[in-house]
Nanobody, 125 residues
Framework: QALLIESGGGLVQAGDSLRLSCATS????????KGWFRQPPGKEREFVAA????????YYTDRVKGRFTISRDNTKDTMYLQMNSLKPEDTAVYYC??????????????????WGQGTQVTVSS
């Protein structure tokens, strides 16, 4: 059974940084696009960032452009999200996900087949 395991969340102050990791267990996803989503309290899950299988293309929501950086290490089948200059509005449960094969849309929840359990990020003002 394929598992995605997020780590690196926590409670920080505005302006601080965090680095999220998403490791894989049970299956190799190194040749598939991946993404990060988040779900703020009381809101729907939303797209944050995504990366193609070979990291030659990345995508970001405008809300995090210039502050967050997505990357991956295919030798470890692990994806990362470096989050700098965090703001209280970044508070959410962050999820990593693996795309469905052959689909080109990187920003929609429905385009992803596998999901992690989520990691909480809380940014205080």
């Amino acid at each position: 059974q394929a598992l995605l395991i997020e780590s690196g969340g926590g409670l920080v102050q505005a302006g601080d940084s965090l680095r999220l990791s998403c490791a894989t267990s049970g299956r190799n996803f190194s040749a598939i696009g991946k993404g990060w989503f988040r779900q703020p309290p009381g809101k729907e899950r939303e797209f944050v960032a995504a990366i193609s299988w070979n990291a030659d293309t990345t995508y970001y929501t405008d809300r995090v452009k210039g502050r967050f950086t997505i990357s991956r290490d295919n030798t470890k089948d692990t994806m990362y999200l470096q989050m700098n200059s965090l703001k209280p509005e970044d508070t959410a449960v962050y999820y990593c996900a693996v795309k469905r094969l052959g689909r080109r849309d990187y920003t929609s929840v429905g385009e992803y087949a596998y999901w992690g359990q989520g990691t909480q990020v809380t940014v205080s003002s």
